[in-house]
């Protein structure tokens, strides 16, 4: 399942540490259990995730070199 986590937010170009350090605080203080739609704000294609879980631009451009 971690696996798939890091995959997927490296698809989604979101900073990997930061995504699962935010999931990791997250998860335990939502109320997903009663109202599952809660998850869908959490996944790493969802447009309410903070900016820090995304890769910075100028980040994006030393990895690729």
């Known amino acids: 399942m971690l696996y798939t986590l890091v995959e997927n937010a490296r698809a989604n170009e979101l900073d990997v540490y930061e995504y699962l350090k935010y999931l990791l605080i ?8 009663e109202d599952p739609s809660v998850i869908d704000s959490l996944l790493p294609w969802s ?3 903070p900016e820090q879980c995304h890769l910075k631009r100028n980040r994006k451009k030393c990895l690729k070199h």
């Open 47 to 49: 447009k309410e995730l």
């Open 26 to 33: 997250e998860m335990p203080n939502n109320h997903h259990l």
